[in-house]
Each structure stands twice: as structure tokens, then as C-alpha cells.
């Protein structure tokens, strides 16, 4: 796709060094911080975790100046299965804002989306993001209550027993997953196949660390850690100071447990915590489809994220939001 000087196209390996420059230059400013994400050496392997990820470029004065990237996904919402890209990576470099860069990119992506029988876009937005906010609300759609996300510190964390689940015990896991969040919007329900495949596709994500907790023979407690501070570093900056910390994280995703076995869940929890200490990452983050659901041991503090659906109703009250951290 061409318009007069603006080229957009689908991202290549040579342009793996121009991307991560890019992102390194296009810091998302949020209220008294701005973070930037360093994916060096390789800006592609977040999308190599997901099935069916697309990431396309501008190129304008003979650079890279624009990113976006998507990936399909089905969730359920109002208990009806539909099918969206979710935009989880959008860059605009500063010195080329305002010259239509994002809406041809997005142009481009909404048409692919389209073309693969999709019904339109999913954001979800830090609510201090005001230049993306002010982008994405043109559109309408946000939803009612935002996605709340618990970042635990781990770095204190101590190494709990659990068990890597044998693959003889996946069906029941997937049981449990689809059984705790069967009431929330977003939530997309796992085949024991779709299982195997998160599982596979990248040492990030292994059967290693898909944990469970029985209770005699029962299965009553299960999560899994996905490593996402091997291939990403966040910068933050404060706006004032100056001063730059710099932190990888970790996530826990494909959980799920019984009524009245919220202990054996936070177990889960902490010895997915240890692991992510062990990896050398700060904090592991969990999606709680309730506000103030759910509460580690270790310490932690709570965000939220907006969600947008410009192409589809919002509801007008929403039971809980579960958003799949694999993709976020």
C-alpha cells in the first residue's frame, strides 16, 4: 500500500534493528513517566508467541517511522464467541506525528483483519496515555469498567512446591480454566490442542511451567508462566528527575481453580513468582477479572487498562474482564 510518500508494508528481519530503534525513540508518555521497551536483539519474538500476529511498517524519508502490530483472537463477549485484532504494539516516531502515519497503518491492518473474517479492532490503553487515548476514542467503544492487572514484586519470593502438569492431566486443566472464567467478557476458551500449541511455539512458554496444585487426585489449581522479560525491557523514565529504571517482567497466564480453593491458587502464584525470581524478573503480573479479587501474598499494587471495541456494542454492565496476558 502506497500513499505519495508513505509506504506501508509488512515487516521483514532486516528490519529488525530499525524497529527496535523505533521503539527505543517513541516512549509512551504516561502522566509524571514515560516508558520506552527495549527488544534487542530480536523486536520480532513477542509476535512468535502468538498465533497469528501480524507487524507492519511505515517508511517515509527512507526510514522506518511507524509500527503497529495485531493478532487475531476469538474471545467471548455477552457469551457470544466474536473474532478481533488485538493492537498490542503501536509506534509513531515523535518527529513524524501528525502526517496520517497511524491511520494508514491501521488502514492496512483493519483491512487484513477484515480479510480474515474479522469484525474489527481491540485496544486496550493505560488510562494516563493520553496521545493514544486521544487516537483510539475517536472511534467510541470504551468499555465500562477497565482490565485490572496485579504486578507482584517477586523479588523477595521463596520457592513453593508445585507440580508441572504431565500431559495427562490437561484435560482437566483446561476444564478448570474455561470453568473459572466462563462468565467474563474476553475470555477465550482453550482446547487441550490450543494448549500444546502456546507450549510449544517458544521457550518462553513451556510445559515446565505450567503448574498445578492437586488436592488428593483432584486437580484444584493451576497457572502457567510466560517469561516475557527474556525478550523485553521496559525503560521508565521520570519526567522530572530524569532518573531511568529499568525492569523485565514475567506473566502468569492459563489459570484457573475450584470454589473455596483460593489457597491452593495462591500457591500457584508464589511458586510462579519464584520462578520468575529465579529468571532474574522483577515482578510477574496476573490479569484478576475482578477488581480486588485477588490477593498475593507477596507484595503487589494494582493498574488498569481501557478497553476499546470500536466495532462492536459495549455492554452495559460486565460481569468481570479476563484478558489473555500472552497477548497483551
Avoid at 94 to 109: C, F, K, V
Avoid at 149 to 170: H, K, N
Avoid at 241 to 248: H, I, L, N, Q
Avoid at 275 to 302: D, K, M
Wanted: with cysteine; charged share 25%; glycine share 8%.
Amino acid at each position: 500500500m502506497t500513499n505519495a510518500a508513505v509506504t506501508v508494508r509488512d515487516a521483514t528481519p532486516a528490519d529488525n534493528d530499525a524497529i527496535i530503534a523505533l521503539e527505543l525513540e517513541s516512549e509512551l508518555v504516561l502522566g509524571d513517566h514515560a516508558d520506552a521497551f527495549d527488544r534487542s536483539p530480536d523486536a520480532f519474538a513477542c509476535c512468535r508467541i502468538q498465533d497469528d500476529c501480524r507487524m507492519i511498517v511505515v517508511e517515509l524519508d527512507g526510514r522506518i517511522v511507524g509500527l503497529l502490530a495485531g493478532v487475531m483472537f476469538a474471545p467471548v463477549l455477552g457469551r457470544k464467541k466474536r473474532s478481533l485484532v488485538y493492537i498490542h504494539r503501536s509506534r509513531v516516531h515523535p518527529g513524524y506525528r501528525h502526517r496520517g502515519i497511524m491511520m494508514a497503518l491501521s488502514t492496512e491492518l483493519f483491512r487484513w483483519c477484515a480479510q480474515n473474517g474479522g469484525e474489527g479492532p481491540c485496544y486496550a490503553i493505560a488510562p494516563d496515555n493520553v496521545t493514544s487515548l486521544e487516537f483510539v476514542e475517536r472511534g467510541g467503544g470504551r468499555w465500562p469498567i477497565d482490565v485490572s492487572l496485579v504486578d507482584i514484586d517477586v523479588r523477595d519470593a521463596s520457592p513453593v512446591e508445585t507440580q508441572p502438569l504431565a500431559e495427562e492431566y490437561w484435560p482437566a486443566a483446561i476444564e478448570l480454566i474455561n470453568t473459572t472464567h466462563a462468565s467474563e467478557d474476553f475470555f477465550e476458551p482453550l482446547t487441550v490442542e490450543e494448549l500444546r500449541e502456546r507450549l510449544t511455539r517458544d521457550t518462553i512458554y513451556v510445559a515446565q511451567h505450567f503448574r498445578g496444585v492437586f488436592d488428593g487426585d483432584r486437580l484444584v489449581a493451576v497457572g502457567g508462566l510466560v517469561d516475557k522479560g527474556h525478550y523485553s525491557e521496559r525503560v521508565r523514565t521520570d519526567r522530572t528527575t530524569g532518573a531511568e529504571t529499568r525492569g523485565r517482567s514475567a506473566a502468569l497466564v492459563d489459570w484457573g481453580y475450584l470454589p473455596r480453593h483460593e489457597a491452593a491458587f495462591k500457591r500457584v502464584i508464589a511458586s510462579l513468582a519464584a520462578e520468575a525470581r529465579a529468571r532474574g524478573r522483577t515482578s510477574l503480573t496476573l490479569c484478576e477479572p475482578r477488581a480486588g479479587a485477588i490477593t498475593p501474598a507477596l507484595p503487589h499494587h494494582r493498574s488498569q487498562i481501557a478497553l476499546f471495541t470500536p466495532s462492536i456494542a459495549r455492554p452495559a454492565s460486565v460481569d468481570g474482564l479476563f484478558f489473555d496476558l500472552l497477548k497483551l
